[in-house]
C-alpha cells in the first residue's frame, strides 16, 4: 500500500504525461517494434550461427542473452508497474466504502434503477441507421471527456487522477479477436481502448482502463470506478454507459442469485 500511494504514483504520472502528448497508442507500436525486431534478430542469428563455426558455442550464448535481457526487464516492470498494485488495499477499503454481498431484493431495486436511468439516458441519444446506439462523438473527444470525469472524482476519492487519457488502438479488430475490450499497458503507461467494441461500451472501458492506470488493478474496482466516472460526466453518452456498465454486472449478480 505505501509503494501503491507514494512511488507508483509519481512515476506512473510522468511517464503517463509523456506518452499522453501522442495522440495514439505508444504501447501499441513499441509491441508491434518488438515483435519485428525480434523476427529479425532470430533471422539474422540463425543466419550467423549457420556461416561462422568457429566461436559458435561464444556466439549462441551472445545471441541469447539478448531476448533474455528483454525478458528480464519485461518481467520486472510487469511486477513493478503492474503486479504489485493488485496487492494494494481495495478501492473500497481507502475510500470509506462498505462491500457486502447484497439480498437478491437490493440487487432487484438495483437493476431496476439503472434501468430507468439508462431508458431516460436513451431516449435522446443519436442512434445508426438500425435503431442501435452511436456515440455523439468521436471517440478521440470521447477519450477527453473519459479523462476530466474521471478526474472529477479526486474531490471526493482522493486516490483517483491521472495525466493520461485513454488511447483508441489502431488494431482494435485484432483485439475484437482476441476478446479484449481494452488493456492497460504498464510499460508506457497508457490506457489502450478497443474502438471496434459496441459504442455504448467505449466510455466505460475507458474510464476502466484509467482505473488501472492510477494503480487500481482488480477488474472488479476498475469497473466500478469506471462507472462513477461516467455518471459524474455531463456528457449523456458517458453517463449512458456508466449506467449499461453497471445494469450488466449488476444484472448477471440478480440472475446468478435468483433466476
Same mark, same amino acid.
Given at each position: 500500500?505505501?509503494?501503491?500511494?507514494?512511488?507508483?504514483?509519481?512515476?506512473?504520472?510522468?511517464?503517463?504525461?509523456?506518452?499522453?502528448?501522442?495522440?495514439?497508442?505508444?504501447?501499441?507500436?513499441?509491441?508491434?517494434?518488438?515483435?519485428?525486431?525480434?523476427?529479425?534478430?532470430?533471422?539474422?542469428?540463425?543466419?550467423?550461427?549457420?556461416?561462422?563455426?568457429?566461436?559458435?558455442?561464444?556466439?549462441?550464448?551472445?545471441?541469447?542473452?539478448?531476448?533474455?535481457?528483454?525478458?528480464?526487464?519485461? +518481467?520486472?516492470?510487469?511486477?513493478?508497474?503492474?503486479?504489485? &498494485?493488485?496487492?494494494?488495499?481495495?478501492?473500497?477499503?481507502?475510500?470509506?466504502?462498505?462491500?457486502?454481498?447484497?439480498? +437478491?431484493?437490493?440487487?432487484?431495486?438495483?437493476?431496476?434503477?439503472?434501468?430507468?436511468?439508462?431508458?431516460?439516458?436513451?431516449?435522446?441519444?443519436?442512434?445508426?441507421?438500425?435503431?442501435?446506439?452511436?456515440?455523439?462523438?468521436?471517440?478521440?473527444?470521447?477519450?477527453?471527456?473519459? #479523462?476530466?470525469?474521471?478526474?472529477?472524482?479526486?474531490?471526493?476519492?482522493?486516490?483517483?487522477?491521472?495525466?493520461? #487519457?485513454? #488511447?483508441?488502438?489502431?488494431?482494435?479488430?485484432?483485439?475484437?479477436?482476441?476478446?479484449?475490450?481494452?488493456?492497460?499497458?504498464?510499460?508506457?503507461?497508457?490506457?489502450?481502448?478497443?474502438?471496434?467494441?459496441?459504442?455504448?461500451?467505449?466510455?466505460?472501458?475507458?474510464?476502466?482502463?484509467?482505473?488501472?492506470?492510477?494503480?487500481?488493478?482488480?477488474?472488479?474496482?476498475?469497473?466500478?470506478?469506471?462507472?462513477?466516472?461516467?455518471?459524474?460526466?455531463?456528457?449523456?453518452?458517458?453517463?449512458?454507459?456508466?449506467?449499461?456498465?453497471?445494469?450488466?454486472?449488476?444484472? &448477471?449478480?440478480?440472475?446468478?442469485?435468483?433466476?
Amino acid at each position: 500500500e505505501w509503494y501503491a500511494v507514494t512511488i507508483y504514483p509519481v512515476y506512473a504520472q510522468f511517464f503517463s504525461a509523456i506518452t499522453g502528448v501522442f495522440p495514439f497508442s505508444v504501447g501499441e507500436f513499441c509491441l508491434i517494434a518488438l515483435v519485428l525486431f525480434i523476427l529479425a534478430y532470430l533471422i539474422h542469428g540463425v543466419y550467423k550461427l549457420i556461416r561462422h563455426k568457429e566461436g559458435r558455442f561464444a556466439y549462441f550464448v551472445r545471441f541469447l542473452s539478448v531476448p533474455v535481457l528483454i525478458a528480464t526487464c519485461i +518481467a520486472f516492470l510487469c511486477v513493478t508497474n503492474y503486479g504489485t &498494485n493488485h496487492r494494494r488495499y481495495s478501492f473500497a477499503a481507502v475510500s470509506g466504502l462498505t462491500a457486502r454481498e447484497s439480498s +437478491a431484493e437490493e440487487l432487484y431495486d438495483v437493476c431496476v434503477y439503472l434501468i430507468n436511468e439508462a431508458n431516460t439516458l436513451r431516449e435522446n441519444l443519436p442512434e445508426d441507421e438500425n435503431g442501435v446506439f452511436q456515440l455523439s462523438n468521436d471517440v478521440f473527444l470521447d477519450a477527453d471527456e473519459a #479523462k476530466s470525469s474521471f478526474n472529477s472524482l479526486h474531490d471526493t476519492y482522493s486516490t483517483l487522477y491521472t495525466n493520461g #487519457k485513454p #488511447k483508441p488502438v489502431l488494431f482494435s479488430e485484432v483485439m475484437s479477436y482476441l476478446d479484449i475490450s481494452g488493456i492497460y499497458c504498464p510499460f508506457t503507461f497508457e490506457a489502450n481502448v478497443n474502438s471496434d467494441i459496441p459504442d455504448y461500451s467505449i466510455p466505460s472501458t475507458m474510464c476502466h482502463e484509467l482505473s488501472h492506470l492510477r494503480g487500481f488493478m482488480r477488474e472488479d474496482e476498475a469497473n466500478f470506478i469506471g462507472y462513477l466516472a461516467c455518471c459524474r460526466s455531463d456528457n449523456a453518452d458517458l453517463r449512458y454507459s456508466g449506467y449499461m456498465l453497471a445494469f450488466i454486472h449488476a444484472n &448477471n449478480a440478480l440472475y446468478s442469485s435468483n433466476r
